[in-house]
């Protein structure tokens, strides 16, 4: 079954910290580049961090030094570690494929909120 399920997300102050998770299916996690999206109201979905299957990241400008994403291969899990929380950071986050990202293919995302 092809599944991605996002957890972890939820209500935080400025300079907080939340770690995502994302269990996906063996058929989607395996052998892929696997990454962290997110959307805020209004505004168009973006890539936020990637990794490869040997583990190189790649980060979005506006969250390099504060997010830290990492991938687990033996449990088909992807993380993201969020540091120094912005209230723009937030948005519902989405793990996935690059090549589902391009066809539209998403989970259900998780909320990410940070508000004082």
């Known amino acids: 079954q092809v599944q991605l399920v996002e957890s972890g997300g939820g209500l935080v102050q400025p300079g907080g910290s939340l770690r995502l998770s994302c269990a996906a299916s063996r058929m989607i996690f395996s052998n892929n580049v696997m990454g962290w999206y997110r959307q805020a109201p209004g505004k168009q979905r973006e890539l936020v961090a990637r990794?490869?299957?040997?583990?190189?990241?790649n980060y979005a400008d506006s969250v390099k030094g504060r997010f830290a994403i990492s991938r687990d291969n033996a449990k088909n899990m992807l993380f993201l570690e969020m540091n120094n929380l912005k209230p723009e950071d937030t948005a519902v986050y989405y793990c996935?494929?690059?090549?589902?990202?391009?066809?539209?293919?998403w989970g259900q995302g998780t909320q990410v909120t940070v508000s004082s």
């Open positions: 996935n494929t690059e090549t589902r990202a391009i066809v539209g293919l």
């Open positions: 990794v490869t299957t040997q583990g190189s990241t």
